[in-house]
Nanobody, 118 residues
Framework: QVQLVESGGGLVQAGGSLRLSCAASGRILSINAMGWYRQAPGKQRELVATRSSGGSTNYADSVKGRFTISRDNAKNTVYLQMNSLKPEDTAVYYC????????????WGQGTQVTVSS
């Protein structure tokens, strides 16, 4: 079993920045990719960014140039640095992890709310 715990969400004004953290515990050897998804009210959950253990990254077009995903393997933690936030970034952000790159993993965090005010 893998457990993921997110932190760092909150309320920020448009144009501001926020950094999310996700710490993994349990059978971490099974994790080859970690990432972030988000779900806004009334919308489907969507990929935000992923990062493999080897360092490859993938970003949604809507966040390219604004968000950066990073990973500290020693701490089993993945981060999402969010800059130039927009109201449309408002969503619950979920950490995700799994054994395959370029695939949604089976492990999820509880979610952390990000609200961007205009």
């Amino acid at each position: 079993q893998v457990q993921l715990v997110e932190s760092g969400g909150g309320l920020v004004q448009a144009g501001g920045s926020l950094r999310l953290s996700c710490a993994a515990s349990g059978r971490i050897l099974s994790i080859n990719a970690m990432g972030w998804y988000r779900q806004a009210p009334g919308k489907q959950r969507e990929l935000v960014a992923t990062r493999s253990s080897g360092g490859s990254t993938n970003y949604a077009d809507s966040v390219k140039g604004r968000f950066t995903i990073s990973r500290d393997n020693a701490k089993n933690t993945v981060y999402l640095q969010m800059n130039s936030l927009k109201p449309e970034d408002t969503a619950v952000y979920y950490c995700n992890a799994g054994p395959r790159v370029l695939s949604q993993g089976p492990y999820w965090g509880q979610g952390t709310q990000v609200t961007v005010s205009s």
